[in-house]
């Protein structure tokens, strides 16, 4: 092991060195001995940090180590050799070289959690896209002619079957929906909204900035808590293209409220040839029941009349994320061939998830394949059976926990309002805080959810395979690993 130099210039670091220096050196020394960033940064470990995080971010952890070694001695301290300070560097710039994008267990009760993805595809799901991701596909290849195809074509059967629409086509997202078929069909024309439907959905975007966006021209029709047939009726004119009804998303209005259907409100449109567009956020394609009771599926609403109607794929139709426009054939069409739709067009791993999740929705006796939809149907009596056995494996390496009931919800701007009663694990603790973060630190990280005196884990959230995982993610940050 070689010995670290008394004066080294600040320019210079000798890669290979020792991990502690035994004899250490005078203070003044020693702080000329500490390297320069540059030469911090040109060592191989460095140069490998740099690639997974960026030039930026290693040359700003690599200013903060060098200012705290240079803080350890003044006080005296040792100094830290080329491979301590590396090791430094890395913590700093993140959890060693673990890529920022990465699995979390999710034990908030929250089954469509925003923040960490919304719903986790299908096993089918997941296959797919690494089968299509590996290599190349038929994104746009007619292979019966061997000449180039059109990818909208790819899906529009499967997504016809399961929402019973004339035609059908992709984005992708559910913003991405409702911002295309409003620049398609009401670019410089009035798009009328009621008032009670103007709302903001997640981060912050806000449905009169999307109509300003397409080009369309709201108008306001109703009051915030009551909108009326007859309140289209009147506002309507030569300059309306279309009456756009918006799903509620967060948040969910009680008492004095009323909102005509959307029967009622496509024979209004027609008798007034304008479009019924309809956001119907969650995607649902099933049959709701249950929490879901409130949501208005997607072929509910194409039955029901409308023109057009929209979804989010990665919510209750339980794929990942894509946008969904379905209805009737010529409308359709308008949308499919505006300008905006090859710029909001989803990509071929897009494509694939939605592809394996329509599949398991219309094989009968497969649609149990999907998470959200399993999550959904879970009982507290299975989830209870599932949290003793967690008690039980973290009892035996001393580690004091117990099953509590607990409340999650769908989340993901569906369903405002129902409840999901619940089972968690409960993890008692003087420092609720601290053992949540230290369970995000771990590998793989926990969500949990902090209360006064305990972490909670819902297991509603937790996936099947899981299990094995988080007991050792607790049992580490309980200081058990």
């Known amino acids: 092991m070689l010995a670290a130099p008394k004066r080294a210039r600040r320019d210079r670091l000798d890669p290979v060195a020792g991990e502690a220096i035994a004899a250490p ?78 699995r979390v267990v999710n034990g908030t009760g929250i089954l469509l959690h925003t923040n960490l993805g919304r719903a986790p595809l299908s096993a089918a799901a997941a296959a797919a ?90 108008v306001d029709v109703g009051t915030t808590n009551r909108t009326r047939v007859d309140d289209y009726r009147r506002a309507s004119g030569p300059d309306t293209a279309a009456w756009l009804r918006v799903h ?42 249950g929490p879901t009771a409130l949501e208005e599926s997607l072929p509910a609403l194409v039955a029901a009349g409308a023109d057009l109607v929209m ?40 494509l694939a998830a939605l592809q394996a999740t329509l599949l398991a929705h219309v094989t009968p006796g497969r649609r149990a394949e999907i998470p959200v939809l399993r999550m959904l149907a879970l009982e507290p009596e299975a989830l209870a059976r599932r949290v003793d056995r967690w008690v039980a494996a973290l009892a035996r390496d001393g580690i004091a926990a117990e099953a509590t009931p607990a409340v999650g919800a769908i989340g993901g701007g569906t369903t405002p309002g129902p409840q999901l009663p619940s089972v968690a694990l409960r993890l008692p603790t003087a420092r609720p805080a601290r053992l949540r973060t230290r369970l995000l630190a771990g590998e793989p990280a926990v969500l949990a959810r902090a209360a006064a005196d305990a972490v909670t884990i819902d297991a509603r959230t937790v996936l099947p395979d899981e299990d094995g995982p988080l007991l050792a993610a607790v049992r580490r940050a309980s200081g058990h690993g």
Do not use: M, W
């Open 311 to 350: 979804g989010s794929g990665d919510k209750l139709l339980g794929a990942g994320q894509a946008g969904i426009l379905a209805g009737r054939g010529p409308v359709v069409e308008r949308v499919a061939r505006h300008p905006l739709a090859r710029a909001l067009r989803a990509d071929k791993l897009q």
């Open 25 to 102: 050196a005078a203070p003044a020394a020693a702080l000329r001995a500490v390297p320069a960033v540059g030469a911090l940064l040109a060592l191989p470990e460095a140069r490998r940090l740099v690639e997974g995080f960026g030039h930026p971010r290693v040359r700003a952890a690599a200013r903060q180590v060098l200012a705290d070694e240079r803080l350890r001695l003044r006080a005296g301290r040792p100094p830290r050799g080329p491979g301590q300070l590396l090791r430094a560097l890395a913590a700093g710039v993140g959890t060693g070289l673990t890529p920022p994008l990465r």
């Open 129 to 218: 896209v690494a089968e299509v991701a590996a290599g190349y596909s038929t994104l746009e290849l007619d292979l019966g002619t061997g000449r180039r195809g059109d990818r909208r074509s790819l899906l529009e059967a499967l997504l016809c079957q399961v929402t019973g629409a004339q035609a059908a086509t992709v984005v992708n997202n559910g913003a991405a929906a409702v911002l295309l078929a409003c620049a398609a069909l009401g670019q410089g024309r009035a798009v009328l909204v009621s008032r009670g439907e103007a709302i903001e959905i997640g981060g912050g975007f806000r449905v009169p900035e999307i109509l300003a966006c397409a080009g369309a021209q709201l």
């Open 248 to 289: 509620p998303s967060n948040f969910r209005s009680i008492g004095f409220v009323g909102r005509p259907s959307v029967a009622e409100l496509a024979a209004a449109a027609r008798a007034a040839d304008v479009l019924l567009l309809v956001d119907a956020g969650s995607g649902l394609v099933g049959p709701a029941a």
